[in-house]
C-alpha cells in the first residue's frame, strides 16, 4: 500500500464549481500536511498547510480528519487558472522527508 | 531573492554515460532534498541532507545513484552509468532548519534527463 494515495482523476468541471479532492495516509504517526499545487512542466509549490482544526484561503479549504486518516481539499468557484495537478503531502513524525502523492489533476473548462 | 538553482534544465544522453545534476539551494537552508519524478511512480525522495550530511538515502535507487553536498550552498546527484529508466525529471528542493514542521520546502525548476 502507499504512502499517500490519491484519486488522478482528471477531474473535468466547469467554471464556477466547486470540486473536492481526497487523500488517505497509511503512517498513523504522520504529524504535518500540506496541499502543493504543480502546473504543467513546473515544479510542486505549496498551496496550502492542513491543520486539524481545518483552514481557509480564500476559494480553497483544508481539511484533516486524523481518525480516518485523510486530508480533504475543497475549491470553490473554480476557475480556468486552478487547472493544475493538486499533490497531497504527508510528514511523517520526527522526520524533515516530504512524503507526496502521485497527485490529482483538475481542468477547469469554460 | 534567488530560488533554488538547479542546472542543467535538460539534458539527453546516451545510455552508460555519466549523469551529473547540480543544485544551489537557498542561501540560509540547512535542508536540501532530491526527488526524482516520472509519470509511473510520481515524486520520489532520493534523498535529504541536513547542514551538508546525508540523513535519509533510502530513496536512492541503486549503486549507480550517488549524491554529495561538499558545502552549504551546493550539491550534485549522478548517475552512473546512466540506463534508460532514469530518464525523469530531478527536483532539488530546500528547506530553512527552524523548529517546528511548518517550513514550506522550495523546489528548483528541475533537469529534465532523458538517457537514450
Known amino acids: 500500500r502507499k504512502e499517500v494515495e490519491q484519486d488522478p482523476g482528471p477531474f473535468n468541471v466547469p467554471e464556477g464549481a466547486t470540486v473536492a479532492f481526497n487523500c488517505t495516509y497509511s503512517?498513523?504517526?504522520?504529524?504535518?500536511f500540506f496541499w502543493y499545487r504543480q502546473d504543467c512542466r513546473k515544479e510542486p509549490k505549496l498551496l496550502m498547510s492542513?491543520?486539524?482544526s481545518g483552514n481557509e484561503d480564500g476559494r480553497f479549504t483544508a481539511q484533516l480528519n486524523r481518525a480516518s486518516q485523510y486530508i480533504s481539499l475543497l475549491i470553490r468557484d473554480s476557475k480556468l487558472s486552478d487547472s493544475a495537478t493538486y499533490l497531497c503531502?504527508?510528514?511523517?513524525?520526527?522526520?524533515?522527508?516530504?512524503?507526496f502523492g502521485s497527485g490529482t489533476r483538475l481542468l477547469v473548462r469554460p | 531573492d534567488a530560488g533554488v538553482i538547479q542546472s542543467p534544465r535538460h539534458e539527453v544522453t546516451e545510455m552508460g554515460q555519466e549523469v551529473t545534476l547540480r543544485c544551489k539551494p537557498i542561501?540560509?537552508?540547512?535542508?536540501l532534498f532530491w526527488y526524482r519524478q516520472t509519470m509511473m511512480r510520481g515524486l520520489e525522495l532520493l534523498i535529504y541532507?541536513?547542514?551538508?550530511?546525508?540523513?535519509?538515502d533510502s530513496g536512492m535507487p541503486e549503486d549507480r545513484f550517488s549524491a554529495k553536498m561538499p558545502n552549504a550552498s551546493f550539491s550534485t546527484l549522478k548517475i552512473q552509468p546512466s540506463e534508460p529508466r532514469d530518464s525523469a525529471v530531478y527536483f532539488c528542493?530546500?528547506?530553512?532548519?527552524?523548529?517546528?514542521?511548518?517550513?514550506?520546502?522550495?523546489f528548483g525548476e528541475g533537469s529534465w534527463l532523458t538517457v537514450v
Open positions: 528542493a530546500s528547506r530553512a532548519g527552524a523548529e517546528g514542521t511548518g517550513n514550506t520546502i522550495y
Open positions: 503512517n498513523s504517526a504522520s504529524q504535518s
Open positions: 492542513v491543520y486539524s
Open positions: 503531502v504527508v510528514v511523517p513524525q520526527g522526520s524533515y522527508k516530504l512524503i
Open positions: 542561501s540560509g537552508h540547512d535542508y
Open positions: 541532507f541536513n547542514n551538508n550530511v546525508p540523513i535519509d
